[in-house]
């Protein structure tokens, strides 16, 4: 209600977010519109928009005149909208409501075979009710002739009222939004973010489920080149526009592969690779107040994918280790990189350290004992190889 006062000044067009789960969360409602329209500030520039929530609804306000198609392109990805639309604000009279669905939406109903007219009424006060008002403007658009069939059942496209507070808005069909819970309600997690196609989407899943992801990435130059980071910068910043992350952390890892490689059997190369993967993301996470870990491991799919490896790699943390990707088929995998926009940029060439070290017989179901008997030749150089890698840390702004 006290949003009311904060603006005379209505555009012409606006766009709208419609919030899922979000909504029903009782008390948690306010946080979570706080945090969405903070995110939304982000991402379009509070100097061009201005965000406010009423009635369930988010509002999206240009100040001043504003690519509204590119914002709803960012919009489209954030997490813990169900539905968005561009909508045509108007007085709440029903010939200037008739004459703006005429003048907004005539365009796309001149190309339907049929429409229908649906209306909200928000403000109950609205002299007419729902259905006097859904007629009264199919009745003008119908003598208007921009589209001459009415079809209450299978309308080719529809037209949408809202007779809210402050003002009617004209709209189409709205569109799907991302879905999910707001960025960040669920606390925080390193996502360990390879060069592959999964760990992008394993970070994208758990981003959705409102944590927010704080990606970080091993990195062994030489053996890895300055390419092979630039693509990994490139994966962090499309995560990022789902995740709002502000930067990638790049851990130098040679040191540490190279100990693995010199002192440790071959078989055991991958496994212990992991734990100190691990060691350091748990330590990493602490420093920024994270409280778990999200990685792209999926079940089956290569040597260090058991249940016996997993075990082994875990053991060496406490933090909640989350693997979203683990019941999901390759190209289920693939096809929601796809949808995101990570793949073709996943798939380029460039190799990643574990590709590099990978070693020819690797053990697949590993027993813990043998695991920590090949670790042991490591164990007085591990404090010292993990502060230093820790120490070291770059931190990569993300566009
Ligand atoms: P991806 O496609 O994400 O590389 P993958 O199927 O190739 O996954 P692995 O290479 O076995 O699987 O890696 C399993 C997970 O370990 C990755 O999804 C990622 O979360 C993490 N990981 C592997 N290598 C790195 C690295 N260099 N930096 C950060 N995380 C890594
Ligand atoms: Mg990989």
């Known amino acids: ?26 008390q948690n409602k306010r946080s979570f519109e706080n945090r969405l329209m903070h995110s939304i500030r982000t991402r379009l520039g509070s100097e061009n928009f201005k965000v406010y929530a009423m ?42 409501i008739a004459k703006t669905a005429i003048a907004y939406l005539g365009d796309e109903l001149k190309k ?12 109950k006060s609205f002299h007419l009710n729902s259905p006097e008002l ?17 079809s209450l059942t299978e309308p080719d496209f ?42 992008p989407v394993s970070s994208y899943m758990m981003a959705k489920r ?29 995560v990022a526009e789902y995740s709002d992350s502000k930067e990638l952390l790049i851990v130098p890892f040679t040191k540490i592969q190279e100990a693995i490689k010199l002192k440790t059997p071959d078989a055991f190369g991958t496994i212990l690779t992991r734990r100190f993967m691990m060691r350091i993301a748990e330590r990493v996470a602490f420093m920024y107040k994270a409280k778990g870990i999200v990685t792209g491991e999926n079940l089956g799919q290569v040597a260090s994918q058991t249940l016996e490896a997993m075990a082994a790699i875990q053991e060496v943390i406490k933090m909640p280790v989350l693997q979203p990707l683990c019941g999901m088929d390759k190209a289920e995998i693939v096809a929601t990189a796809r949808e ?20 020819k017989k690797p053990k697949t179901r590993p027993r813990l004992g ?21 120490k070291n840390i770059e931190r990569v702004r993300l566009k």
């Open 1 to 26: 209600m006290e949003d009311k006062k904060k603006s005379e000044y209505m555009p012409n067009e606006i766009i709208l977010l419609k919030l899922g789960e979000t909504a029903l969360k009782g």
């Open 210 to 238: 409102g944590l927010k992801i704080i990606p970080l990435h091993f990195f062994s130059f030489p053996y890895t080149s300055e390419m092979a980071k630039e693509k990994v910068i490139r994966l962090a910043e499309i």
């Open 158 to 199: 529809s037209v949408e009222l809202e007779i809210r507070d402050r003002a009617a808005f004209v709209h189409s069909a709205p569109i799907k939004g991302a879905g999910g819970l707001p960025v960040g309600t669920a606390g925080a997690a390193i996502s360990l973010l390879s060069g592959g196609i999964d760990s």
């Open 112 to 123: 339907a075979e049929s429409f229908a007219v649906k209306c909200k009424r928000a403000d």
């Open 370 to 390: 043998e695991v920590r008997d090949a670790e042991a030749p490591l164990l007085d150089q591990m404090e010292e190889l993990i502060n230093e890698a820790i």
């Open 55 to 96: 009635q369930s609804t988010i509002y999206v306000e240009p100040k001043k005149e504003s690519d509204l198609d590119e914002a709803m392109e960012k919009l489209k990805k954030l997490f813990g909208v169900v539905y968005l639309m561009k909508a045509a604000v108007c007085p709440k009279d029903e010939n200037e």
């Open 340 to 359: 995101i926009g990570s793949f073709e940029t996943s798939i380029l060439p460039y190799e990643d350290c574990c590709t590099v070290f990978t070693p």
């Open 134 to 150: 859904s007629s009264f403007v199919g009745g003008e658009i119908l003598k208007s002739g921009v589209c001459r069939k009415v």
